[in-house]
């Protein structure tokens, strides 16, 4: 099991907005700060969002990141099809000095 | 432009050893932490392993610790990743991640495409 617990899938129609929760603890998500990757189908992971909530260079603002206590949360608005992919959330935990993904959750545009 | 390519996964019987590279060029290299992250067939991502820029600081995750050893080459720009005592369970795309650290944080900014390793009899 993983450290940080992410829903399996989302889905939503065109056009519309997905959130996904990333839910930790003290000594990760708590503590540090947290990064999203994107993971296109048969494609190396992307980063998307560091820092909570700051986006690299070339990354649309239609995707936005926050985090409160001990959760962080990945906002995709105006849904395209070319953002069907799997999603991580990842973090420093200070107890494990280890680095976490979450689980994964896979979004479906309908 | 950064790049980071993989090499030396391939098909090695249980109980063998295995070494993977990370060639990376389009920056720097001795001034960034690296990592290795694998992905199992059809499974989420699993961080395995970093060294901090100045090599002396190495952190392993458990399901390797005692069997994988990280290394670099600052001058052949090179990442190692040298795997012993290889299970079944190790069979997975082995990625090499470099980390941008900040002030606040540090956060795996470019990836390469991987490296299969299959472990089977």
């Known amino acids: 099991q993983s450290v940080l617990t992410q829903p399996p899938s989302v889905s939503a129609a065109p056009g519309q907005k997905v959130t996904i929760s990333c839910s930790g603890s003290?000594?990760?998500?708590?503590?540090?700060?947290v990064s999203w990757y994107q993971q296109l189908p048969g494609t190396a992971p992307k980063l998307l969002i560091y820092?909570?909530?700051k986006r690299p260079s070339g990354i649309p603002d239609r995707f936005s990141g926050s985090k409160s206590g001990t959760s962080a949360t990945l906002g995709i608005t105006g849904l395209q099809t070319g953002d069907e992919a799997d999603y991580y959330c990842?973090?420093?935990?200070?107890?494990?000095?280890?680095?976490?993904f979450g689980s994964g959750t896979k979004v479906t545009v309908l | 432009e950064v790049q980071l390519v993989e090499s030396g996964g391939g098909l090695v019987q249980p109980g063998g050893s295995l070494r993977l590279s990370c060639a990376a060029s389009?920056?720097?290299?001795?001034?960034?932490?690296m990592n290795w992250v694998r992905q199992a067939p059809g499974k989420g991502l699993e961080w395995l392993s970093l060294?901090?820029?100045?090599?002396?600081?190495?952190y392993y995750a458990d399901s390797v610790k005692g069997r994988f050893t990280i290394s670099r080459d600052d001058a052949k720009n090179s990442l190692y990743l040298q795997m012993n005592s290889l299970r079944a369970e190790d069979t997975a795309l082995y990625y090499c991640?470099?980390?941008?650290?900040?002030?606040?944080?540090?956060?795996?900014?470019?990836w390469g495409q991987g490296t299969l390793v299959t472990v089977s009899s």
């Open positions: 991640a470099r980390s941008q650290c900040t002030s606040t944080s540090c956060f795996r900014d470019y």
């Open positions: 389009g920056f720097t290299f001795s001034n960034y932490e």
């Open positions: 060294i901090k820029n100045s090599g002396t600081t190495i």
């Open positions: 003290t000594s990760n998500i708590g503590n540090h700060y």
């Open positions: 820092d909570n909530d």
């Open positions: 990842g973090t420093w935990d200070s107890s494990l000095s280890v680095y976490v």
